[in-house]
């Protein structure tokens, strides 16, 4: 899909992005669509990258409201921003976000361009076109988080990152916890994950619209990669920290099954499991 859905009057304004992490430099000043969860990560990633205004996934909004994080943040640069309701559309799938996408969520700068809650993701882009541009402050102070941390008397190693963009070949037959979301980017099965590595824990997004938060477990599956997400509600999306000090397991696959990892375990636990 393209911004062709749009009218001309606001086709050139708007962009629209799979994932957060991979917004094209043509989308500086103009209003992104992206179908990456709406913490505070991506709203960073926006904010650095020039857009105008961003509208992401709501995420199930999750422990803390992690999974709206990114209103907060927006406003705090004069951003516009909001978030679909994942029970309206599938996490990570921006083109189905654009036709069945329905907001939940808006900062004061999109409600003061016209965004209301329970707008379509299209109409609320297109009213986002009127958004001020932010104010060119420095980029928000934070840092994506990786950590590869070697626990004791283990055989593998856990590769902790807050965004599963940050997994890299050399993590193949590691155990990689991470705050992203556990659908699939784009409907694609050989976008679950960048590595061939031993296991893969995501936080499920709160399930959502077709159970997508947990559509990368089947297609890990298939790559003989136990698959395990941890419930939105027990540890914020977007940190791994988090994910790793109170976050419970909700699904996993049938690699992780047998494994050991069950249902209800903590991440603690399922990663001295996996770490063998």
């Known amino acids: 899909m393209t911004t062709t859905i749009f009218s001309n009057e606001f086709a050139s304004k708007i962009e629209i992005a799979g994932t957060i992490t991979k917004i094209p430099a043509s989308a500086v000043g103009k ?3 992206s179908g990456s969860h709406g913490g505070e990560l991506p709203a960073g990633l926006a904010i650095r990258a020039g857009v105008r205004a961003v509208i992401l996934n709501d995420a199930g909004c999750g422990l803390e409201d992690a999974g709206i994080g990114s209103l907060p943040l927006c406003q705090s640069f004069g951003m516009a921003a909001a978030t679909v309701s994942n029970n309206s559309c599938r996490i990570g799938d921006a083109d189905d976000m654009v036709v069945q996408g329905i907001i939940s969520h808006a900062n004061q700068t999109a409600l003061d361009c016209g965004v209301q809650i329970g707008q379509t993701c299209i109409q609320a882009a297109e ?3 009127t958004a001020p541009n932010p104010a060119q402050n420095s980029p928000p102070k934070f840092t994506e988080h990786r950590e590869v941390l070697t626990l004791e008397n283990a055989q593998r190693q856990l590769i902790m990152v807050d965004s599963a963009s940050m997994v890299l070949p050399e993590d193949a037959g590691q155990v990689v916890l991470t705050g992203s979301h556990g659908g699939l980017i784009g409907n ?23 159970d997508w938060g947990v559509t990368r477990l089947p297609a890990l599956e298939d790559q003989g990669i136990g698959g395990i997400t941890l419930d939105c509600i ?3 999306i977007g940190d791994a920290a988090s994910a790793y000090a109170t976050g419970i397991v909700s699904c996993v696959n049938n690699r992780a099954i047998a494994l050991g990892v069950r249902v209800g375990m903590t991440a603690q636990k399922t990663v001295h499991i996996l770490c063998g």
């Open 31 to 33: 209003v992104i669509i």
């Open 127 to 129: 009213a986002l076109t």
């Open 188 to 210: 694609n099965p050989k976008a679950a994950i960048k590595a061939p590595v031993f296991a893969a824990i995501y936080n499920d997004a709160g399930m959502g619209f077709d």
């Open 234 to 236: 027990s540890c914020r």
